[in-house]
C-alpha cells in the first residue's frame, strides 16, 4: 500500500495532500502543503489529527538528490502537543544548515489535518535533524523525534535467507579540492586589481526607485511590523567595493535596490520577502554567502558550474537552503541555487530580472492576487506573509 485514507473522511473540502505522495523531495523543490491564514509559525492552529510518512532517500550525483520514495505510514497521536512542540523549535538560517548525506537517508513527513478539510505538511530530515513547513526551517532535538521514529520504525535489514552477494563496493572516490587555476576559471578567485564603480543606468534606477516606492507605500499601509524591518540604504562605497571583491559587477536593480535597502533584518519573523518567500539579503551576508558556496565547491572539487560559479550574486535566501541569485552574465535573469537541486534559472522558478520580480511582487500586493500560487496575507501583528495555495488538481 503507498497511500493513507483521508485524514477528516467528510471533511468539507480536501487535496492531493489528504495522501501521503508516493514519492516526496525533501529540501527540494516540492512545495509543501499550506492551509489558509497560515503564519510564519512552524504548524499553527490546532490540527485534529495527522498522519507519519516515511521516505528513504536514494543519494547520488554529488549534492543532488532523486525524490524519496515512501516505506511506511502511520498515524500521529497526541497530536495538538506535538505540533505546539515543533512551534517552539528554534528557528535556523539558511547559513547555518550544513549537512552531508551518504548511502540511503531516512525522512518523515507529518500531514497534519485541520477541520476546514484543509491539511498542511511539515518535514523531518532524520539525517539533519531538521524540520521545515516550506516557511522556516528549525532544529529538532531527538526527543522531538524519537515519537515519529517509535511510530514508523526504520526499514529491517533484509532476511539472511534472502540476501545476495554482491561484490564489495570500493572506497568512495577522494575529493581534491579545486586549484587556484580552476577556482579562477569557475569566478571564485577574481582578481582585485580592477576596480568595479557604481554607475546605474537612469532609466534602469527610476524603475527600480519606482518599484520599491510602491512597494514601501503597500507595507507603510498595510504591514508596518514588515516595513520596519526594510534596512537603510547601503553605501555606494561599499557596494563598489564588493563588487571588486566578488570580482562581479552587479546588475543596476540590484544596486538600486542596495542603495535604498541594504537588505532586511535578518531573525525577524516579520521580515521583508519576495515570493517565494526570500529575505533580501544585506551586503554582508551577500559577501559571506558567495563565500561559503565558492568554499562548498573548492572542497567538492566541483568545477562544472552546474551548482555554483563565483559569476552569481547571492541576493535573497529563504531560511530552508535556498539562496536567490542574480546572473550577471546573462543579462541580470534571477534563479536558484539549491543545496540539493543545483542551479535552476527555468520559467517556473526563475526571473528576467530582479526588476521584474519587484515589479510582480508589487502588483501582488496591491492587487491581492498571487504570484505563482503564493498569496499576500498580513496577520494581527501587521507582518506580511505569503501562503502557497497551487491549484487543486
Known sequence: MTVVPQLLPGAGRTSAWDRCPAQFTFL????????????????PGEPGS???????RRMGGGLREAPARLIG????PDVRSYAERA????????????CLYVGEPLSDLVLFSYGDGRVQGLSIDESCKLVTNGRRTAKADQGFVDLVNALVPSPAPP??????????????????????????AIGCAPSAD?????????????????????IETWLRAHAPATYATLGPPADPGRIAALQTRLGVRFPDDVVVSLLRHNGVRQGDRAAFQ???????????????????????????????GTWWSGRLVPIGE????VTLVVDPDHGGRVGDADDEQGLIFDSGEGWPSYLALLQATATSLESGRPVRYSHPQVDRSGALDWSYRPPRS
Open 274 to 304: 519576495v515570493p517565494l518567500m526570500y529575505r533580501p539579503l544585506s551586503l554582508d551576508r551577500i559577501e559571506s554567502t558567495w563565500r561559503m558556496l565558492c568554499g562548498i565547491v573548492r572542497d567538492m572539487g566541483d568545477a562544472s
Open 194 to 214: 580592477h576596480p568595479i564603480p557604481v554607475r546605474p543606468d537612469p532609466a534602469r534606477a527610476a524603475a527600480t526607485d519606482q518599484v520599491w516606492r510602491r
Open 50 to 56: 495527522a498522519v507519519v510518512c516515511r521516505y528513504q
Open 159 to 184: 532476511s539472511p535467507t534472502l540476501m545476495v552477494t554482491t561484490p564489495a563496493p570500493g572506497p568512495a572516490p577522494k575529493r581534491t579540492p579545486l586549484t587556484q587555476a580552476r577556482l579562477e
Open 87 to 98: 512551534d517552539r523549535l528554534p528557528v535556523m538560517g539558511s547559513g547555518s544548515i550544513a
Open 318 to 321: 529563504d531560511g530552508g537552503g
Open 73 to 76: 505510514f502511520h498515524p500521529l
Open 28 to 43: 527540494g523543490k516540492n512545495q509543501l502543503p499550506t492551509r489558509p491564514g497560515a503564519t510564519t509559525r512552524l504548524v
